[in-house]
């Protein structure tokens, strides 16, 4: 599974290519960017809550890879969120804005999908709760050591973070390339 790293660049190139344009005015203005790119990135790592029990724990395995690892996960903290933001903001959450929401946090079960798994139980519940079984699929990325979140820090993980920091910034390159055509013009946001 990987890291809050990959997950946050995904997250925030994912959201700077969808950002801008007439469906999204909280977005068109340059002065917000940077934290519209941060709720992205959070939102990329949103299914990985479910390390909360472990870090209190001191086991960070303890319960991750669970339910909020699932596609029904993210239909409904998807639309949820979407929901809540409607109730306070409407103007801002318009049909766009939900399809982002899903995109961000589906990118992160994406993600997590090619990228190796060196602890038990392997692979995450798609299909929770109509099944329990668990899927994996290619491992194209390295996964990093953890037992507890300091564990990012450690010199075992570097090479790994390194692969993830690549990864993350070549994605974000290709958000931006993908915008740029989509938009025809400079920056958007
Ligand atoms: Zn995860």
């Known amino acids: 599974m990987a890291s809050p790293v990959l997950h946050g660049l995904a997250g925030a190139g994912l959201a700077y290519a969808m950002a801008g344009g007439k469906g999204l005015p909280l977005f ?5 960017t940077g934290g519209y790119l941060l709720a992205g ?6 299914p990985d809550v479910d390390y909360l029990p472990g870090l209190l724990r001191g086991y960070l395995n303890t319960t991750h890879q669970q339910a909020t690892h699932s596609l029904a996960w993210v239909l409904l903290a998807a639309f949820g969120i979407w929901l809540l933001g409607r109730a306070v903001q409407p103007a801002w ?3 766009r804005t939900l399809a982002l929401l899903l995109v961000l946090i589906g990118s992160h079960l994406a993600i997590d999908w090619v990228t190796a798994d060196h602890f038990a139980p392997y692979g ?5 709760p109509f099944s329990e079984a668990r899927t994996l699929g290619p491992a194209w990325l390295p996964a990093w050591e953890k037992t507890a979140l300091a564990d990012l820090a450690r010199g075992n993980n570097l090479r790994t973070l390194g692969i993830e920091f690549g990864a993350g910034l070549a994605f974000e390159a290709g958000c931006a390339a ?10 958007a946001l």
């Open 124 to 128: 995450f519940p798609l299909w929770f």
């Open 93 to 95: 959450f318009g049909k």
């Open 178 to 187: 993908a915008k740029r055509g989509w938009t025809r013009r400079g920056s």
């Open 28 to 32: 068109a203005s340059g002065r917000k």
């Open 41 to 46: 990135a959070a939102l990329a790592c949103l």
